[in-house]
């Protein structure tokens, strides 16, 4: 038995759900977690325009107000030229599962939410997101460059990994993130799909482990 976490660190409502799953885990140890990164915008081309940034802000404010994280909206606004492609990010969630397997994988993915939402980082950049994941997994014990980092994300194994997980996310039929399933024995259920807290997805747990057993 293991939870299925399903998001995209570009997500805002992944974002906002983070602290709930970093809670959940806390409090149901004996159950892995496998994170898939879903590929919001993988390969997106466009440039985000004034109108396309303003449209993102109302669903920030949702995301704050339930979630109590905050969000750099001054730096997101003025960044001129940006590309809002979610495949780098992505793959470098993918790069750190190839270095240190789960090991603080799900720090890792927090981490680089926050380069993006809160210090306004570029995490379209393969060298910022080396820098901000080697940073979370030296918190976590792993001793690894950010070179050695950088090489792992751009190589092509890399890049086809983080597509297997965006295929795996689509069969597994998620269509929204953030998504949270439970597996057993080879079967899928849903614990919670959007944002979450963590004493409803708690709840939602111990009811679909009461009916297993």
């Not at 470098?92 to 993915?109: P, Q, W």
């Not at 994300?153 to 039929?173: H, K, P, S, V, Y």
């Not at 080879?186 to 709840?203: C, D, T």
């Amino acid at each position: 038995m293991k939870l299925i976490y399903v998001g995209d660190p570009m997500c805002s409502w992944c974002y906002g759900f983070g602290r709930e799953l970093s809670a959940l885990t806390a409090r149901v140890p004996d159950l892995d977690l496998e994170i898939v990164v879903g590929g919001l915008r993988a390969g997106a081309t466009d440039v985000l325009d004034e109108a396309g940034k303003r449209f993102r802000l109302p669903h920030w404010k949702r995301v704050e107000e339930l979630s109590g994280l905050p969000f750099n909206r001054e730096a997101f606004m003025a960044r001129e030229g940006f590309v809002y492609d979610t495949e780098p990010v992505c793959r470098a969630v993918v790069a750190a599962r190839r270095i240190a397997g789960d090991k603080g994988l799900l720090d890792v993915f927090r981490t680089l939410q926050h380069g993006f939402y809160v210090e306004g980082l570029d995490t379209t950049d393969g060298r910022v997101l080396a820098a901000i994941a080697v940073k979370a997994l030296h918190a976590n014990g792993v001793s690894v460059t950010i070179d050695e980092f950088y090489q792992t994300w751009a190589a092509a194994e890399t890049i086809e990994e983080a597509q297997r997980d965006f295929a795996r996310a689509r069969a597994l039929g998620v269509n929204s993130f953030p998504t949270l399933l439970l597996e057993n024995d080879g079967r899928i259920f849903p614990v919670g799909n959007g944002y979450a807290s963590v004493n409803a997805l708690e709840h939602e747990l111990s009811q679909l482990e009461a009916k297993l057993q």
